[in-house]
């Protein structure tokens, strides 16, 4: 097998220099918590290839299901010879998404490409326009999702024009916005009104909590209100999960932690344990207001994908993963408050079930929004990490977060190893930290 040294110099020659990877290792194997490189070096697992593999790369049911399907037919285009597989990931959807009534899904292949599915439906649906997402929102790479995505670098530098009738409001952001989530909702809609009109508004769209932005989780209350004004508005509310979705939070998804039933649901990442597949689930009468035809793709809902989706569920239903998640919390938050406790530029911890992270701030230091971020700690620490075996990201509008996000199958042991290189990580660099 080639070197890591060898396939990175390959790579220069081969791979475009726009799509970059974290480390300079590469992968052999992987399962549980952990992944070994090409080098033999085995790391601890904190990424779950950012929120996918919740059931674990090469999870045994995966493994069997994907194989036994690509024997018997790997792709037939649902759009000209529909299959089972299609149809039973569209009824688990409809059965695991919050909400008690009647549902439809349509299945495409990335995040992105759900979202603008989801657009595409609420906009039909309502016969409006406009598009309201937040601050620090992140929704997809592709024109239309870089439009609702809030952050230029890396993301939208250079590739505009990006598309119209989209309007950003401010994000619920504890850390930064000191207020509640009652008056963070009454801020966002006031604008809403002013600067769109409730009647020109065709979805509110949001991440229960923020992924790529910060692992911002909102204060309480804010969703519920933003979700009442928009059933009253007319529009549709869209909650995007696919980072926060299958279990990650502690929950099937982050809606139901307070009560929230959306109009329609984005989901991708954690359905397919590693398989490329992506949803739009919702309202019977909303996703049915588009005419035959009007959604679909070559790839969308591959019958490999599919098989791979329904026995991820089996595994998370099997498992209890969202109790897994609940778990990982109960040992991970204790932790990472007591690292906060002895070093000043952790300013918080947060997040929901295996989705938790640190912001690091420049301590004593602080703006117009909040305390001063620390970007260059955050990436001195992502890199002892990486250095010590841990794979672990960063994430946030201003790159000073840093996410856990571990397959939900990750044993203690594993979760203890990668807690103590976290831990080492900081403890070494606290003294330039500060
Ligand atoms: N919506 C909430 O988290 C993908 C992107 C990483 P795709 N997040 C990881 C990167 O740098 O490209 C994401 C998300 C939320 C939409 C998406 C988009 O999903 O499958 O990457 O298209």
Redesign the pocket.
Known sequence: MPSSAELHRRRSEAVARGVSSMIPSYVSSAGGGTMTDVDGREWIDFAAG??VTNVGNAAPRVVAAVRDQVERFAHTCFMIAPYEQYVAVCEELAALTPGDFAKRSALFN??????ENAVKIARHATGRQAIVVFDHA?????NL?LALTAKVMP?KQGFGPFAGEIYRVPMSYPLRDGRSGADAAAYAIGQIEKHVGAANVAAVLI?PV???GGFVVPAPGFLPALAAWTRQAGAVFIA?????GFCRTGAWFASEHEGIEPDLI?T??GIAGGL?L?AVTGRAEIMDAVHPGGLGGTYGGNPIACAAALASIETMRELDLAAAARHIEAVARPRLEALAAKHPQIGEVRGRGAMLALELIVPGESGPNGPAPDPQGTAAVAKAAHESGLLLLTCGTYGNVIRLLPPLVITDDELDRGLTLLEQAFDNLGASLV
């Not at 990335?110 to 979202?115: C, D, F, I």
């Not at 992140?138 to 592709?142: A, D, K, P, S």
């Not at 995007?240 to 926060?244: A, G, K, N, S, V």
């Open positions: 950012i929120a990335s995040g992105a490409e759900a979202v992140y929704h997809g790479r592709t999702t993301y991440e923020q992924g790529e995007d999960e696919i980072q926060t984005t991708a990442k490329p992506a």
